[in-house]
């Protein structure tokens, strides 16, 4: 029920009978309690100068009070940790960007701390009414155990088996969830984003990485091992380069930021150059340049195609720091899409979603909120 008013709110008493089946009184009887906690509220609120609240006014539609309920998400890369603070319905309320003094899992954790206690007091702090601190979410790339919040293995953070939650929690007394960084974003576009109203969606990131979320059938996928959706190791790409994770042909290893300016310093024997400095030569038209690209889009697009023909979702958003240079993926990309693609799953919608790292760090707060409202027991509440 808060389900529904969260992501779809503000919604008639009605409206959420039609599409529960359950009956007026019944929601009636479900919202009531959320109506006294303070969850949800029927009232619309005054206007400016106006003062009675409510009283003689036509009963509203549904909504959650964004202020009831507050949350804090933080993003890890190898270079920074990206946090926000957010209300109930994932409105971003403070922003903090700290750059990590490496990546050894101790070190960050401590540091993850402070930040996050930082956060905290930016909530005490600030202007906007915040209400309780439901949780703290941990975006973090790899294969990570979200049951037990541990980071089995991130290739790009160099970590095998942290457990972040039990770390975490002996430093703060919050509950804590950790989550795959791109499975965080999914849910934060499947609640708050652009899969709102989509019956599957797939949220495939580009960039440092190659990722991929999945919501079908109801349900952010998750796999029965905690690992799904991992487009960027699928092995579409030649054998010969060894993949971040040790294994060869994966997607990465032609299509990652990485790949693509090791490919165009080998072919412009331009050793020192970097990643915007590729970026430039190949928007110059620089042909060594634009090869690493459009080998790069060939292999997204055919992963793409694998992704659509075995899910078949009816949008799929292209997602992450590399949609910057879409332009120099996208015809590649579309063809090699095109040409894999089979049947009727080549008619998903595709398009571009530019999420700024705090989106990110959104992802990792919509986490929390999803756990909040289904009341799943926290991980951690800290010694
Ligand atoms: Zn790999």
Not at 218 to 234: D, I, P, Q, R, T
Request: proline share 5%; hydrophobic share 45%; with cysteine.
């Amino acid at each position: 029920m808060l389900t529904k008013i969260l992501t779809q709110g503000p919604i008639p008493r009605v409206e959420i009978a039609r599409r529960t089946g359950l009956s007026q009184a019944a929601v009636t009887k479900a919202v009531a309690p959320l109506i006294e906690t303070g969850f949800v509220t029927d009232q619309a609120a005054p206007a400016d100068g106006d003062g009675q609240l409510g009283i003689g006014r036509p009963v509203s539609p549904l909504t959650v009070v964004p202020s009831s309920v507050s949350v804090i998400g933080v993003k890890v890369t190898p270079t920074s940790l990206i946090g926000v603070t957010t209300d109930f319905t994932a409105g971003i309320l403070n922003v903090r960007h700290d750059e990590l003094d490496s990546t050894d899992p101790e070190a960050v954790i401590e540091q993850l701390a402070g930040h996050v206690k930082a956060l905290i007091a930016a909530l005490k702090s600030g202007t906007a009414v915040a209400g309780p601190l439901a949780g703290i979410g941990i975006a973090v790339s790899g294969d990570v155990d979200a049951a037990h919040g541990v980071v089995r293995d991130s290739p790009l953070m160099g970590w095998r088996g942290v457990p972040v939650a039990e770390l975490l929690g002996k430093l703060v007394r919050v509950p804590i969830v950790v989550s795959n960084d791109v499975r965080a974003l999914t849910v934060a576009e499947h609640w708050f984003g652009a899969g709102v109203n989509a019956d599957s969606f797939a949220v495939v990131t580009i960039g440092s990485g190659i990722g991929c979320g999945l919501y079908v059938n109801g349900e952010v996928v998750s796999g029965a091992y905690g690992v799904s959706g991992e487009l960027g190791h699928l092995p579409l790409a030649p054998g010969d380069l060894v993949c971040t994770c040790g294994r060869r042909g994966c997607v990465e290893t032609v299509a990652s930021s990485d790949a693509i300016l090791t490919r165009t310093r080998e072919t412009t024997g331009q050793a020192d150059l970097d990643l915007a400095g590729a970026i430039k030569l190949a928007h110059e038209g620089n042909a060594h340049a634009r090869e690493a690209f459009d080998r790069a889009g060939e292999v997204i697009g055919a992963a793409l195609a694998a992704m659509v023909n075995l899910v078949g979702p009816e949008l799929v958003m292209i997602a992450g720091e590399g949609v910057a240079e879409y332009d120099l993926y996208e015809e590649r990309m579309r063809l090699a899409f095109a040409e894999h693609a089979f049947g009727a799953a080549g008619d998903c919608r595709l398009m571009l979603r530019s999420h700024t790292f705090d989106d990110w760090a959104r992802g990792a707060a919509a986490t929390v909120i999803r756990s909040y409202v289904r009341g799943e027991p926290p991980l951690e509440r800290g010694a």
